[in-house]
């Protein structure tokens, strides 16, 4: 026979989970506080009209016979009723603030959602102390509250609390109980400050007979308008309050999705930061501070901005430390980062190159992927060139096709000779350079970037006259039969500039091939077998090249020496190990050794 029963709820062990395993931050009971009093300021004025008064006022006592430390909470928001009492704060995720789904409620303004808040109070004491008088029925009601899960409630003469309003009392327990009362006072100020910073409700911390007003200097913003009133020095002052004295803040961007119901100021990192840096940003809901590190709620290429984000309709999660990663919060990120892109491009010419100039990497990684973006900045995007640094304005002032290069090596290797044809040349073995100089070409229509290729430096070369090919054929051959085992065409003719004696060019391929050969000499016998077994047939593997200047001083007088093939085989054997090292190829073994034999040869010869 089946039987009904019923789950039976351990009140305590409910208590223990959620004040002290739910939260990351045994201070969020100061959030909590916060929040039901301002909610209870906002539920009187929509209940009445003519209240346009509320202030939370919050008091750190201590007990001059025991020491004890009692935390006094007061709001003069709408307070309970007896029924209230019943159904709000005596029944664990009943809450009088509507739907636990935040972008559903019709009513959005309050911050409390799930009935649970108050629990957390149990972090810092045993039992929970509240005294009420409600607006709508005049009556003053005593709550305690006991972390075994009890409560019990009193009726109490009005002269316990003439006024409209809500006094929670915390008799401090556990570790916070020792801490040194000016210390708990100090702490007290910050987390009233990190929580309430935002919140239109005055709060003030009673320190001897002065009040401290918290949030006076910050407590403006809530909406759009509010920040849009706010002066440049205005802004980057709340940046400063809110995000750190040391952000040494100089621009910013007031961005906002199309209802208002998010919006942000994004501050400008005034220093260059690495794209893979995780970027986190402050958070409020509905004027609450929701956690300063929320990483999705900005897209990840805005990585150059700390940004300081108000929503009203992102759903947080129950701690109330994070928002869901859900559709809402992916729109919101994309409509945040619409309005950046569209801000950036509104920028006076001046502020742009300042930004572009501090955070020129992060701006290229976005021109790379956003086409819209790049056909705006381009023209002061910066490239290494042949001149140095120049901005993309000024190469193309000068040239219709502008060459570049795939990798720095390669454009080091070229850069001498292609100088000396007057050729525009970018490096664009630079992160990221090189796809977005491609990519221009869609954006412009037309292919004005070329890519130039070390092979294609052949341009540049003259070659021999027929009666100098014909005097240095045997011995150009005897000298390439000798270079063969290095996997070099040894080849003679003029280039400009006229000082460099050589040049030496190689493929890509040819590259990898004596990467391998060096890597296989380094490594043990096994591993070299299988490195070996990677190198391509001999015959598939282009030679490189190693290009001999006519026009140069100590190839002319060395060629033009009569000496033996041999002592002139040492000198170019000498010019090829320079070659490589100007290049900076790392030698193979032999290659260090030919280079010790060939001057050695040529001390010889010298004697
Ligand atoms: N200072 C206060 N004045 C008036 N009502 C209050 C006050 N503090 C708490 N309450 C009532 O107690 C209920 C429970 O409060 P609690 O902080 O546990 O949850 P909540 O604020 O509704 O939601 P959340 O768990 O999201 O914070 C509230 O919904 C509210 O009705």
Redesign the pocket.
Known sequence: MSQENRFQVNLAGMIDILSNHLYSDQNVYVR?LL???T??IR?RRLWDADFDAGEIEVALLQDKATGSKTLCFA?N????TAD?IEV??ATIA????GEKNFGDSAEQSF?????????SCFVVTTEIR?I?HSAKTGTVLEWRGNGDGTYAINELPLSERPEVG?T?YLSYQNDIATTDFAELHENLREYLFQYGACLEVPIYLLDGRKRLWINERSNGVGSLADLHALSRAQVLQLGRSLLGDDMRLQDYFILSNETGNTFAVAYVIPFAVSTHARRLHRAYLNRMFVSDEVEAVMPEWAFFTQTVIWTQELQPVAS?EAFYHNEALERVSQALGASLKQQIKAMPEKQLQRLLNTHYLAFKALACEDRDLLQFIYPHLSFRTLNGEETLQTLLSQSDVIYYTHSVDEFRQIADVVRAQQVPLVNGGYAYDAPILKRLNEVLGREVFKLFQAEDVEFAFQPLFAEEERAFATLLSGLNTRMAAYQVQVVLNYFSPHNIPMLYISSQQTQAERELERVAEASNDLFGDILGSLQAEEESVPLAQLYLNFHNEVVQSVFCSGKSEATIASVVEVLYVQALLMGHYPLKQDEVKLMNQGLLQIIKAMK
């Open positions: 909590e929040q039901n009093g909610d209870a539920a709001d928001g709408i307070g309970l209230e709000f704060l009943s809450s009088s603030k911050i409390g959602r799930f009935g649970i808040g108050l629990l509240l009420t809500t929670v109330r």
